[in-house]
């Protein structure tokens, strides 16, 4: 298990972009895919992005797929995803996930408790 803190969210308008963040703590030197996932009111969660430990794998979710960008930095043991373009739909509470098995379909075993982002029309 990791510890996972998620920041970066808020209200922005259509147009705008956010950065959030994924900071975690545990082993220093632990593998972990990492990926973001989100929740909008009254849907299922839905898989939005996920990096590989190396950085050199990554998947998007169609629905993002060119505007959302996700990285991380092992060095600070943090992963970012760049939202640029949003929409309305956008809107959700965004949550970054850890999957020990460094598989970037999972399954994630450690989840941080979410942020919410807001995207006004």
């Not at 995803?81 to 598989?103: F, G, H, I, W």
């Amino acid at each position: 298990q990791v510890q996972l803190v998620e920041s970066g969210g808020g209200l922005v308008q259509a147009g705008g972009s956010l950065r959030l963040s994924c900071a975690a703590s545990g082993r220093t030197f632990s593998s972990y895919a990492m990926g973001w996932f989100r929740q909008a009111p009254g849907k299922e969660r839905e898989f939005v992005a996920a990096i590989s430990w190396s950085g050199g794998s990554n998947r998007y979710a169609e629905a993002v797929k060119g505007r959302f960008t996700i990285s991380r930095d092992n060095a600070k043991n943090s992963v970012d995803l760049q939202m640029n373009s949003l929409k309305p739909e956008d809107t959700a509470v965004y949550y970054c996930a850890a999957a020990s098995n460094n598989r970037l379909a999972g399954p994630y075993d450690s989840w941080g408790q979410g942020t919410q982002v807001t995207v006004s029309s």
